[in-house]
Nanobody, 127 residues
């Protein structure tokens, strides 16, 4: 199983980026897929996640109203639309796959829940 994260880049504050996370070797149909980020000198933190089956989502407070996670079932891809970006959003963004025993209906935020991780994509927001 491989997760391919893409879409990062350099953007000015207030700008937008869209990240993508695609699977190879697996279908996401019963999984939860989340985005984490890690800024220099900080721990990796949960940002948002989605249940592929139910569409249930979870966001941290600092991105609510600015970030939107979505999925394309046909393409086995998860998207993270990031609007109104701030310098404090600067980090490496990782997508991660929580593979359930049966089905993942609700997103959990603990890193040790996740079985596979993408390689990370750099997001840099300049002030």
């Amino acid at each position: 199983v491989q997760l391919q994260a893409s879409g990062g880049g350099l953007v000015q504050a207030g700008g937008s980026l869209r990240l993508s996370c695609a699977a190879s070797g697996r279908t996401f149909s019963k999984d939860c897929i989340s985005w984490f980020r890690q800024a220099p000198g900080k721990e990796r933190e949960f940002v948002t996640g989605i249940s592929f089956y139910t569409g249930n989502t979870s966001y941290i407070d600092s991105v609510k109203g600015r970030f939107t996670i979505s999925r394309d079932n046909a393409k086995d891809t998860v998207y993270l639309q990031m609007n109104s970006l701030k310098p404090e959003d600067t980090a490496v963004y990782y997508c991660a796959d929580d593979i359930p025993i049966w089905r993942c209906d609700y997103v959990l935020r603990e890193r040790n829940r996740y079985d596979y991780w993408g390689q990370g994509t750099q997001v840099t927001v300049s002030s």
